[in-house]
């Protein structure tokens, strides 16, 4: 294992002044459908419009492949930071989930551990405001803009610490915008640390804009706050760990990562036969650590919401697992758990031959496709993978997300979106094969 930089091919030199008018020309349409899509107010015209959205940007993407290389570090910085612009202008469109964020570092920072209460507890009464329950309803019911506010929270111990901080900074008038800033800025640091990663890998900074400029990040972030963002840093950093053997550091991240949303905490497996202690067990003893003083304090209830929100959203084979619907709904989830234990022992045995960002890259995205979920922002962790891994195929995952998501209750329309995303997937895989040519990801990570 090499730990020596790989130097990045240099910047493309010829017609600068026609490299920077596509540019420019480029972000200008990003940040106009960005804002489009903030201008149509109707949740079911945002779900279309972001679909679009990012079919238009996959076809920027080809009309800008030869320009990318191009752009240095600090330009794709400062394009990523124009673009989130649109986002931070409204509030959450798409999703409340940052109301609910909002609350739980609110009743962490009032010295109240966020598991213990449902938002509309008697006890949680003096901490509410006009924003998050507006005054209405009568009769003793409790008016709030907050999901699901019978339920006790669902995130775990990373992401509510990550909720109080903010709190502790964000006035309560100012409601989401402290949060929507902060994902903004977090997008900025990904795309940043993507295009170090890319540059110590061999390739161009410029390829990091697949995530930092993409619509669905743009708009999940700025606009919607979805901590997934800080999930998606997490494991860039853990990345950026990896390929220059700070595999302690790594692990850290990891189990970071996998205490803001525990998706993360399934790239373990990777690190089982490579680095079983400095990595793999490290991951999974910062994610317990986080946990541990939750425990003490609460005991089962740091469960939250969990086993009601996946029995909600038909995890029992009622309306995930796309792929799947061949089957008989009672044989859809234990299918879909023996494929997934099949692609972590595939993860293992591939594990020393193959490279650690190319393994991340597919099996994160294969519990997407065994899984099906709806909602698209769960994915902005898995793209930033397929950003450092090159592996852009995987992006067909945006498109058949929200065109899932459009379609959330029609498990036929689903099977095809996210059929049609696989079928591009293997055929793009099978060239790339067939045509043997040398991995464009180095060595660096091995």
């Known amino acids: 294992m090499s730990s020596v930089a790989t130097k990045a091919p240099s910047p493309t030199t010829g017609r600068p002044i026609g490299l920077r008018l596509r540019i420019v020309a480029a972000v200008v349409v990003v940040m106009l459908v960005d804002g489009s899509i903030i201008g149509l107010r109707e949740f079911q015209h945002g779900r279309l419009g972001l679909l679009v959205a990012v079919l238009v940007f996959g076809l920027l993407g080809i009309w800008c492949r030869g320009v990318l290389p191009a752009l240095r570090l600090r330009t794709v910085a400062v394009i990523c930071a124009v673009v989130q612009l649109p986002g931070l202008l409204s509030r959450p469109l798409l999703s409340d989930d940052s109301y609910r964020y909002v609350w739980d570092g609110r009743v962490q920072?009032?010295?109240?551990?966020?598991?213990?209460?449902?938002?509309?507890?008697?006890?949680?009464a003096p901490l509410r405001d006009p924003l998050l329950f507006p005054p209405g309803h009568g009769s003793g019911v409790v008016n709030t803009v907050i999901n699901r506010p019978?339920?006790?929270?669902?995130?775990?111990?990373?992401?509510?610490?990550?909720?109080?901080?903010?709190a502790a900074v964000t006035p309560w008038w100012a409601g989401t915008l402290g949060l929507q800033i902060?994902?903004?800025?977090?997008?900025?640091a990904t795309t940043v640390l993507i295009g170090?990663?890319?540059?110590?890998?061999?390739?161009?900074?410029?390829?990091?804009?697949?995530?930092?400029?993409?619509?669905?990040?743009?708009?999940?972030?700025?606009?919607?706050?979805?901590?997934?963002?800080?999930?998606?840093?997490?494991?860039?950093?853990?990345?950026?760990?990896?390929?220059?053997?700070?595999?302690?550091?790594?692990?850290?991240?990891?189990?970071l990562a996998g205490g803001v949303k525990l998706v993360p905490m399934l790239l373990v497996p990777i690190f089982l036969r490579r680095q079983p202690v400095r990595t793999a067990?490290?991951?999974?003893?910062?994610?317990?650590?986080?946990?541990?003083?939750?425990?003490?304090?609460?005991?089962?209830?740091?469960?939250?919401?969990?086993?009601?929100?996946?029995?909600?959203?038909?995890?029992?084979?009622?309306?995930?697992?796309?792929?799947?619907?061949?089957?008989?709904?009672?044989?859809?989830?234990?299918?879909?758990?023996?494929?997934?234990?099949?692609?972590?022992?595939?993860?293992?045995?591939?594990?020393?031959?193959?490279?650690?960002?190319?393994?991340?890259?597919?099996l994160y995205g294969a519990a997407f496709l065994v899984a099906t979920p709806t909602y698209p922002w769960y994915l902005l962790p898995a793209m930033v993978l397929v950003v450092m891994a090159r592996r852009f195929e995987w992006?067909?995952?945006?498109?058949?997300?929200?065109?899932?998501?459009?379609?959330?209750?029609?498990?036929?329309?689903?099977?095809?979106?996210?059929?049609?995303?696989l079928i591009v997937m293997l055929g793009t895989g099978w060239r790339r094969r067939v045509r043997t040519t040398p991995d464009a990801g180095g060595s660096a990570d091995r």
């Open 395 to 421: 992006l067909m995952l945006w498109p058949a997300a929200y065109f899932g998501f459009l379609h959330d209750r029609e498990p036929v329309l689903q099977t095809i979106g996210y059929g049609i995303a």
């Open 150 to 166: 019978w339920a006790h929270t669902i995130y775990p111990p990373i992401a509510e610490l990550w909720f109080t901080v903010l």
């Open 109 to 124: 920072l009032a010295g109240v551990d966020p598991y213990r209460y449902s938002p509309i507890s008697p006890m949680l």
């Open 196 to 255: 170090r990663v890319l540059i110590r890998t061999g390739s161009h900074p410029g390829w990091a804009l697949a995530y930092g400029a993409c619509p669905a990040t743009t708009i999940e972030a700025a606009n919607g706050a979805h901590v997934d963002v800080l999930a998606a840093l997490l494991l860039v950093i853990m990345a950026w760990s990896v390929i220059t053997n700070r595999h302690w550091l790594a692990g850290v991240m990891l189990g």
């Open 281 to 362: 067990a490290t991951s999974v003893a910062t994610l317990l650590t986080g946990y541990l003083p939750h425990i003490l304090a609460v005991g089962s209830l740091v469960l939250g919401y969990l086993p009601g929100y996946l029995n909600e959203e038909g995890f029992d084979g009622r309306r995930r697992f796309a792929l799947l619907i061949f089957l008989p709904e009672p044989a859809r989830l234990p299918v879909a758990l023996a494929i997934a234990v099949a692609l972590a022992v595939v993860a293992i045995l591939r594990s020393r031959r193959d490279l650690v960002l190319v393994t991340c890259c597919w």
């Open 182 to 188: 902060a994902s903004a800025l977090a997008v900025v």
